[in-house]
């Protein structure tokens, strides 16, 4: 899988160098960006990786910018692990998070999302929506039926972002067969308000883009919230059912095979 519009390409990683560059922007965004802990290792190498790596698809978004670094050709990142992998070596990322059995046991085909990342200089762009179709070609080529993954807020302050979580609870909450579940030794109660008592708009301005663009596309959220003070993040467990999709979701994702 290829894609190339503009300046940028987008394709699954395929050498160490291309890894190792998906590595380089992780470290770039979420360790120096975010604030998120990193090794010594990591740090004099400018990579961010973990044990989970080996085992995920790395898509990647390119820039054709000349670039003094090869490393630093990588703008843009998903990391996804399909069902059977996850089954057949370490089992989901999200797991130490949450209570993955309802999509686990839904014998449906699955791939978990994580460790999105755009540099700063290419956001909002023609790049970002390239990789999407990337991600679109991906999960259309593999007959995937069900897209998961923990999404975050920035920052650990679960009081500061009370509004955002209630709504998200009482708004997109996942039906009951896909309703992923905080692990009870992390939980952390995403109804902190009334749904009377939300303003919506207000709410929705707190939101990240991604984690909006994954309720616009036809996305729900788990139950309960996770406090990554590793990532200095409050993650949500986004889910994705295609069988559920919005039309608009469906279109996306068809956009995306046809110009796969």
């Known amino acids: 899988m290829e894609i190339e519009a503009n300046r940028y390409r987008v394709k699954l990683a395929e050498t160490p160098e291309e890894r190792e560059a998906a590595q380089r922007l992780r470290f770039r965004v979420f360790v120096e960006e975010m604030g998120a ?29 000349r670039v003094a670094d090869p490393l630093d050709r990588v703008v ?22 949450y209570d993955l059995s309802p999509i686990a ?21 023609p790049g970002m929506h390239l990789l999407w179709n990337g991600l679109a070609a991906y999960v259309l080529e593999r007959d995937i039926e069900l897209l998961f993954g923990v999404a975050s807020f920035p920052g650990t302050d679960v009081d500061a972002l009370a509004e955002a979580l209630s709504y998200l609870h009482h708004t997109h909450l996942a039906p009951p067969d896909l309703r992923a579940r905080a692990r009870p030794e992390h939980y952390v109660e995403m109804n ?3 749904q009377d008592a939300v303003n919506a708009a207000r709410a929705q301005k707190a939101i990240p883009p991604l984690i909006k663009a994954y309720l616009r596309l036809g996305g729900f959220v788990g139950e309960g919230a996770y406090v990554d003070h590793a990532f200095n993040t409050i993650d949500v467990c986004v889910i994705m059912d295609t069988t559920r999709m919005t039309e608009r979701y469906r279109a996306f994702y068809e956009r995306g095979r046809r110009k796969s």
């Open 37 to 65: 802990e990193a090794s010594a290792e990591q740090r004099t190498l400018r990579r961010e990786w973990d044990d989970f790596d080996p085992y995920f698809d790395h898509l990647i978004l390119e820039t054709g910018e």
């Open 76 to 97: 843009g990142v998903y990391r996804l692990m399909r069902g059977e992998v996850a089954e057949a070596g370490t089992g989901f990322y999200g797991a130490s998070e």
């Open 192 to 194: 902190r308000m009334p």
């Open 105 to 125: 046991k839904s014998g449906r085909r699955v791939v978990e999302l994580g460790r999105s990342c755009v540099a700063r200089e290419h956001r909002g762009g």
